[in-house]
């Protein structure tokens, strides 16, 4: 089954900027797009971003417009997601995922099937 591992998370101070990164094995085509999503403190996961696998087309969530790019690499199975100006709100534990068969926007509206184990963010001065 499709494994993944983020990396990349850590502390900053608002208006900081931070890259996580996402590697995925035994990754095949049936996944047609893999994505990143957070989850805070007593509030529910959100999907925060997610891309197809194969045009680059992209969903963002309202509150990360503007300010999160993500970006993948199919070379080395790895999805980026840059993220700038950070905020005090955009403190959670993100992770990836990915699911069979579902495009960006499902992706992000449904959930993942497979997981990674997730990365800190703490955007704190």
């Known amino acids: 089954q499709v494994q993944l591992v983020e990396s990349g998370g850590g502390l900053v101070q608002p208006g900081g900027s931070l890259r996580l990164s996402c590697a995925a094995s035994r990754f095949t085509l049936d996944y047609r797009a893999i994505g990143w999503f957070r989850q805070a403190p007593g509030k529910e996961r959100e999907g925060v971003s997610c891309?197809?696998?194969?045009?680059?087309?992209?969903y963002y969530a309202d509150s990360v417009k503007g300010r999160f790019t993500i970006s993948r690499d199919n070379t080395k199975n790895t999805v980026y997601l840059q993220m700038n100006s950070l905020k005090p709100e955009d403190t959670a534990v993100y992770y990836c995922?990915?699911?069979?068969?579902?495009?960006?926007?499902?992706?992000?509206?449904?959930?993942?099937?497979?997981w990674g184990q997730g990365t800190q963010v703490t955007v704190s001065s």
């Open positions: 891309i197809s696998r194969s045009d680059g087309s992209a």
């Open positions: 995922a990915t699911a069979k068969g579902l495009g960006p926007t499902p992706l992000c509206g449904t959930g993942g099937h497979f």
